[in-house]
């Protein structure tokens, strides 16, 4: 539902969660995908949940596969209507800590919406071995330094809280120097400083200022499988 609600450009407040921002739509990630291209070839969608991006990766003929925890999200209605496209894999259900594919074998993985709810330095490296040399991995998450009066975000945080869900925080800093030692390349990456930012695309670069979400772009480029040291908090 507030995926859907995205679509509606007279909104900047959401009708589901009221008075939340309005989500990220499709379109912030097209754009992205424009800005900064999808490799051609193979792409893993890691928590894909009902396939949200699976019709915009088939429409760039890329071979489509999907993974995620849920089991109800896999067999939904929407999934089903996909996966009649020749080039839509079945996903398979796993927790993005455990990827249950070869290593070196996808040209690109997208991680959007899911890495702040895993533990990320064993979900990075999973992203990292699975990825091709030369593969791309597009990674969004929540910095754990963001502005103590950024209500929207306080009030989401408690409210993810409450209903506990697992929750964790990126030092983004950390995370890119650890990809930078493993000589990845960091391809871009654009930081949102409130909650309802990354819906507008309003970011800025700079890792010293405080930001609330994030996405970052990196490149495999070695066959080194790293097992990255803990760089996130709950």
């Known amino acids: 539902e507030r995926v859907e609600e995205t679509k509606e450009n007279n909104l900047s407040k959401s009708k589901i969660i009221e008075g939340d921002p309005k989500t990220e739509g499709d379109e912030i990630y097209f754009n992205l995908f424009k800005k900064i291209p999808l490799n051609s070839g193979s792409i893993l969608d890691l928590g894909c949940g009902w396939g949200r991006f699976f019709d915009y990766f088939s429409s760039i003929d890329l071979k489509i596969f999907g993974s995620d925890i849920s089991i109800e999200m896999l067999r939904s209605r929407n999934l089903k209507s996909k996966l009649i496209k020749k080039n839509v894999h079945i996903p398979t259900v796993a927790e993005a800590e455990k990827i249950p594919y070869r290593s070196n074998i996808f040209d690109n993985v997208v991680c959007l919406g899911v890495f702040d709810a895993t ?116």
Do not use: C, W
Not at 120 to 130: D, F, G, K, M
Not at 147 to 164: I, M, S, T, V
Not at 224 to 231: A, D, E, G, M
């Open 119 to 234: 533990f990320q330095n064993l979900t990075l490296s999973e992203i990292s071995r699975v990825l091709k040399i030369g593969g791309k991995a597009f990674v969004t998450g929540k910095n754990d330094d963001y502005f103590f009066n950024d209500n929207d975000a306080f009030n989401a945080e408690l409210g993810a809280y409450n209903k506990g869900h697992p929750n964790y925080f990126t030092s983004l800093s950390k995370m890119i120097k650890q990809l930078e030692l493993h000589k990845h390349k960091i391809l871009d990456y654009f930081l949102f400083p409130r909650r309802g930012d990354f819906s507008k695309f309003k970011y800025h670069k700079n890792l010293k200022r405080k930001f609330y979400e994030y996405i970052v772009i990196f490149e495999k480029t070695n066959d080194t499988l790293p097992k990255y040291p803990k760089f996130f908090y709950s």
